[in-house]
């Protein structure tokens, strides 16, 4: 009896160590990499950083004919197991859900995300500006809290000269 509760402990404990790396295993391949979705008109993409102070967060960019960029969504996020489990920012009810497949693409429902390259690519999302892109390790330098906005004059301060 002693050797079967042995066993059953060990493989529990074995097996909540395995997720625990699951969880770490999609964060590290998934974070601080931009991901294209061909979901709406022009296509869609997400990416995920940590903040300054350690918050993961991420931002959904989506895409449109003739301009670099139509909305930008924020998302705190949060990883459990496989997932990467995203709640808005702007609105509670919304909360979408990203699974690494077994090809090593994100997959958001029926669409699968691909890597777009090496370097992160964020636009400014502050309107009645041009389009500009964001220097993204400055915007990662920004400290916000969960469920908070970036401050207007944070983020022309980190646009890019085109």
């Known amino acids: 009896m002693k050797i079967?509760?042995?066993a059953f402990l060990i493989s529990t404990l074995h097996s909540f160590n395995q997720n625990d790396n699951k969880s770490d295993n999609i964060l590290?391949?998934?974070i601080n990499?931009?991901?294209f979705f061909q979901d709406e008109f022009a296509g869609s993409s997400i990416t995920i950083y940590k903040t300054k102070n350690g918050l993961i967060r991420g931002i959904r960019q989506i895409?449109?004919?003739g301009v670099p960029v139509l909305a930008t969504e924020?998302?705190?996020?949060?990883i459990i197991s496989n997932k990467i489990r995203m709640h808005s920012v702007t609105n509670a009810q919304v909360e979408k859900t990203l699974i690494l497949s077994y090809e090593?693409?994100?997959k958001r429902g029926k669409f699968l995300g691909r890597q777009i390259n090496e370097n992160v690519e964020i636009w400014s999302w502050i309107k009645g500006r041009k389009m500009s892109r964001i220097d993204f390790d400055k915007l990662k330098s920004i400290e916000v809290s969960k469920g908070e906005f970036y401050h207007t004059i944070q983020i022309k301060n980190i646009e890019l000269e085109e």
Do not use: C, M, P, Q
Not at 74 to 78: M, V, W
């Open 4 to 6: 079967v509760l042995i």
């Open 28 to 30: 590290d391949k998934a």
């Open 33 to 35: 990499k931009t991901w």
């Open 63 to 65: 895409h449109g004919s």
């Open 74 to 78: 924020f998302y705190d996020i949060e």
């Open 104 to 106: 090593n693409r994100l």
